[in-house]
């Protein structure tokens, strides 16, 4: 049986900004956003020319709200998915714990989150 994995988020990480986008699969648009770009996020944090994974937790916070206030906390149901390890194959091996703040920030603020697992999952920290 195949899950439908109708919002997905999507990570982009420079050395400056963190930018997070969930994305409604079935048309393309992007349901809600948060980033290190917005000046009441940026003037709250203390990164001047690298954002950190504190910077990273407070953007997933962001976005946890901004979910819960379009009504997709739960994501429908189905939860929001993530492939972690795609996304820090993308970001690279550095990024990873700014990759996981972001996840666990959702998580901890009610956000349904669906990890795609694979077996051998060497990005993933053992709690």
Known sequence: MTVLK?????LFISLKYITTNVVDRNN???VATASTVEHAIKNS????RSCNAKAATIVGEVLAMRLKVEGLGQ???RGIHV???KEIEKKGFKNRTKVWAVVNA???NGVKVVLEDNEDNPSRPSY
């Open 75 to 77: 994501g429908q149901g």
């Open 45 to 48: 944090l203390e990164c001047d």
């Open 28 to 30: 393309g648009r992007i």
């Open 106 to 108: 959702l998580k901890n």
């Open 83 to 85: 492939d972690v390890n």
């Open 6 to 10: 109708r919002y997905v988020l999507r």
